[in-house]
């Protein structure tokens, strides 16, 4: 069974910084696509930036320039740097993984979100 764990979100002061990551464990032979969603209180959830197994990094427009996601294929891991936070950035961070390829197939997997709280 593959598992999407997360780590390093927390609070932090507008402008700061926080780095996320989310590991993929289980028996996996490749994994297409990995990201990040959030969900803010009384929100839908929003794509907030994937990146291929080619590396190809897409953003919403409103983390450009402030996000910067990245990925080590050897170690199914993505991440998610932030910078510059705001306020509006608080959120739960749920990491995916897209089309993974396991012992049971093709699947898409979620993490259980990790809390992003950015104090005015």
């Given at each position: 069974?593959?598992?999407?764990v997360?780590?390093?979100?927390?609070?932090?002061?507008?402008?700061?910084?926080?780095?996320?990551?989310?590991?993929?464990?289980?028996?996996?032979?490749?994994?297409?696509?990995?990201?990040?969603y959030r969900?803010?209180?009384?929100?839908?959830r929003?794509?907030?930036?994937?990146i291929?197994?080619?590396?190809?990094?897409?953003?919403?427009?409103?983390?450009?320039?402030?996000?910067?996601?990245?990925?080590?294929?050897?170690k199914?891991?993505?991440?998610?740097?932030?910078?510059?936070?705001?306020?509006?950035?608080?959120?739960?961070?749920?990491?995916?993984?897209?089309?993974?390829?396991?012992?049971?197939?093709?699947?898409?997997?979620?993490?259980?979100?990790?809390?992003?709280?950015?104090?005015?």
């Amino acid at each position: 069974q593959v598992q999407l764990v997360e780590s390093g979100g927390g609070l932090v002061q507008a402008g700061g910084s926080l780095r996320l990551s989310c590991a993929a464990s289980g028996i996996i032979f490749g994994i297409r696509d990995m990201g990040w969603y959030r969900q803010a209180p009384g929100k839908q959830r929003e794509l907030v930036a994937s990146i291929t197994s080619g590396d190809i990094g897409n953003y919403a427009d409103s983390v450009k320039d402030r996000f910067t996601i990245s990925r080590d294929n050897a170690k199914n891991t993505v991440y998610l740097q932030m910078n510059s936070l705001k306020p509006e950035d608080t959120a739960v961070y749920y990491c995916y993984a897209h089309h993974v390829v396991d012992r049971e197939g093709v699947n898409d997997y979620w993490g259980q979100g990790t809390q992003v709280t950015v104090s005015s």
